[in-house]
């Protein structure tokens, strides 16, 4: 499987933007980037997904760069209720039913 | 709409007892099936997988087995737990490949 990498913490202020990077170099030409995330003593919630556009939902907004070796995911104005882990996950769409494995995740604080 | 129930919400069992941790879904058929467990602090770890009746890979060798006697139901069990199995389980289901898959609330196990 691909793999990505994030950041282990980011922090930001409540009400302002969060760009949560995650670098993916080995992706190949079938794999979706999806987005999750996990608030405490839950299990994960899906955010986002693209594959070579960029993408928005009601959530946030997906950045895909142009060789989509990276992506951001962005949440426009962060809330106390964003505190969470982010995991940014690769799925192959022509591959097997195992393709939904998650890394360590960035764990995001958002600041009062 | 699709639902996914998981339970028990936590479980406190002793060490050498049995194990089982029912999945269900509803609202859609022939869903993919995931078990997942996390350590505290840590990563989502999955455990096992299922893309039909019957059909279960396992990711990582252990003291546990998963069992999907029908379409829409995952069962987790061990017959004989140990300390180290303690965790929080989490269940999932996808469409398919590709798409975005949706978590239970998990079952926090505590091995004593």
């Known amino acids: 499987d691909a793999k990505t990498t994030q950041p282990n913490s980011m922090e930001s202020n409540e009400e302002e933007p969060v760009h949560l990077p995650c670098n993916h170099s080995t992706i190949s030409g079938t794999d979706y980037i999806h987005w999750y995330r996990q608030l405490p003593s839950q299990g994960p919630e899906y955010v986002i997904h693209?594959?070579?556009s960029n993408v928005n939902n009601r959530m946030a907004s997906l950045a895909i760069a142009e060789d989509r070796k990276s992506s951001t995911l962005i949440l426009h104005r962060a809330t106390l209720r964003d505190a969470a882990v982010y995991y940014c996950?690769?799925?192959?769409?022509?591959?097997?039913?195992?393709?939904?494995?998650f890394g360590s995740g960035t764990q995001l604080t958002v600041l009062p | 709409s699709q639902t996914i129930h998981q339970w028990p919400a936590t479980l406190v069992q002793p060490v050498g007892s049995p194990l089982s941790l029912e999945c269900t879904v509803e609202g859609t058929s022939n869903p993919n099936l995931y078990w997942y467990r996390q350590a505290a602090g840590r990563g989502l770890q999955l455990l096992f997988y299922s893309v039909g009746i019957g059909q279960i890979s396992s990711e990582v060798p252990q003291n546990l087995s998963a069992s999907r006697p029908q379409d829409r139901q995952f069962i987790l069990s061990s017959k004989k737990l140990l300390l180290s199995d303690s965790g929080f389980y989490l269940c999932?289901?996808?469409?398919?490949?590709?798409?975005?898959?949706?978590f239970g609330q998990g079952t926090r196990l505590t091995v004593v």
């Open positions: 693209g594959l070579t």
């Open positions: 996950i690769l799925r192959d769409v022509s591959g097997s039913a195992r393709q939904l494995t």
């Open positions: 999932a289901w996808g469409r398919g490949i590709g798409t975005e898959a949706f």
